[in-house]
C-alpha cells in the first residue's frame, strides 16, 4: 500500500489520454472515470452485434495506463485494417474477457491486471444507454457519432444532451471521487466525453459533495458541431450549468499557439484555437494557469509531459 496522492480524472478519448498517460509516470494513485456512451467505429459494430457496453474509450484508458511490456500495449490497441470491420484487437478482448466473467466490469479488471494497470480504470456507469443532443432549433440528434460528427448543420448548437434511458451511476465511481485528493477535468470533447459522465445520476451529487480540489484543462480546439466559436469562459460556464458556479480551483489554458501549417489542416473541419479571457474569471474562486501545455508536433493535442508538470506542481502546493 503507497502513499501516493489520489487522483481522478474523469473524461473519455484522446483527451484523458493525454492526461493519464504523463500521470502514470508520476508518483501518484490513479483512477479514471471514462464516459460510456461511444457508438461509432469498431465500438458501434460491436454494440450492435453483441448488444455489449461500448469498449472504445475504456481501451484507451487502459493503454495508458499500462505499465506493461510496450508490445502488450501495442497489441491491445492494434487495429485490423484492410477489411469491412477494422476492429480493434483491444475491443474485442475486452468483449472476450466481459464474456467470460459475465460481468463488464469483471472483464475491465482483468484486463487492468493482464496489461499491469497503474491504477484502476472505472465505466461511469455499467447500463447499456445512448446520448441524445436538442439543437437550438429543436431537432434531436441520437448517438454519439452523429453528435461528435455532425451530419446536421454545425452551425447550430447544442442545446442540451441527455440520455435514451434510466441509469445508474457504477457503485465504484462515488468512493473513488471522495477518497480523491485532486479531480481532474478534461481536456476533451465537451459534449461527447466530459458531459455525459455528469449525466449519470450520482455523478454530479457525488463531485459536489466531495471536498477534493478540482482542476480542468480547457481543450485547444474549438470543434464543429460542438463547441464551434466557443471560448474557453465558454466552456466552464457550460460544464458548471451542470454542476455549480465556482466548481473548479484550477483551470488550464494553453499559452502557446500552434504555428498556421498546423491551424491550417484544420480549416477544413471548422476547427480553431481556443481562446479565452482571464478577466472574465477576475471575480472566481478559480485560479487561472496559463502554461504552455501544447504537443510540439503533428496534431493539436495537449503534451503528456507538460499536463503532468502542471498537475504535480498543484499536487505540491496542496
Not at 493525454?18 to 472515470?33: H, Q, R, Y
Not at 466473467?101 to 482483468?110: P, Q
Request: net charge negative.
Amino acid at each position: 500500500m503507497n502513499n501516493f496522492p489520489k487522483i481522478v480524472v474523469i473524461g473519455g478519448g484522446t483527451g484523458i489520454f493525454s492526461v493519464l498517460s504523463g500521470l502514470k509516470e508520476k508518483p501518484v494513485d490513479l483512477t479514471a472515470i471514462v464516459t460510456m456512451s461511444d457508438n461509432g467505429g469498431s465500438t458501434g459494430r460491436l454494440r450492435e452485434e453483441f448488444g455489449v457496453l461500448p469498449p472504445g474509450d475504456i481501451r484507451m484508458a487502459l493503454v495508458a495506463l499500462s505499465d506493461s511490456d510496450q508490445s502488450l500495449a501495442k497489441l491491445f490497441n492494434y487495429r485490423f485494417n484492410g477489411n469491412s470491420l477494422n476492429h480493434s484487437f483491444g475491443n474485442l478482448f475486452l468483449l472476450a474477457l466481459a464474456d467470460i466473467k459475465n460481468s463488464f466490469s469483471d472483464g475491465v479488471k482483468e484486463a487492468a491486471r493482464i496489461l499491469n494497470v497503474r491504477g484502476q480504470v472505472l465505466p461511469v456507469t455499467l447500463d447499456d444507454i445512448e446520448l441524445v443532443a436538442e439543437l437550438e432549433d429543436g431537432r434531436i440528434i441520437r448517438g454519439e457519432t452523429n453528435i461528435d460528427c455532425p451530419k446536421h448543420d454545425s452551425r447550430l448548437a447544442i442545446k442540451r444532451v441527455f440520455y435514451d434511458k434510466a441509469c445508474r451511476i457504477n457503485p465504484d465511481v462515488a468512493p473513488a471521487l471522495a477518497e480523491a485528493d485532486l479531480i481532474i477535468m478534461g481536456p476533451g470533447d465537451l459534449f461527447t466525453s466530459i458531459i455525459p459522465n455528469l449525466l449519470v445520476p450520482g455523478m454530479k451529487e457525488a463531485l459536489i459533495e466531495s471536498c477534493s480540489p478540482k482542476l480542468y484543462f480547457c481543450n485547444l480546439m474549438t470543434k464543429a458541431g460542438e463547441t464551434l466559436g466557443f471560448r474557453g469562459e465558454d466552456f466552464v460556464q457550460i460544464l458548471e450549468s451542470y454542476l455549480k458556479f465556482d466548481f473548479f480551483n484550477w483551470i488550464v489554458f494553453n499559452a502557446s499557439q500552434p504555428s498556421p501549417e498546423r491551424i491550417k489542416k484544420y480549416e477544413k473541419e471548422q476547427s480553431s484555437p481556443v481562446e479565452y479571457s482571464v478577466d472574465f474569471f477576475n471575480n472566481r474562486q478559480a485560479k487561472i494557469i496559463e502554461k504552455d501545455v501544447l504537443r510540439k508536433e503533428g496534431f493539436i493535442r495537449h503534451d503528456f509531459e507538460k499536463t503532468a508538470e502542471v498537475v504535480m506542481d498543484i499536487i505540491n502546493k496542496i
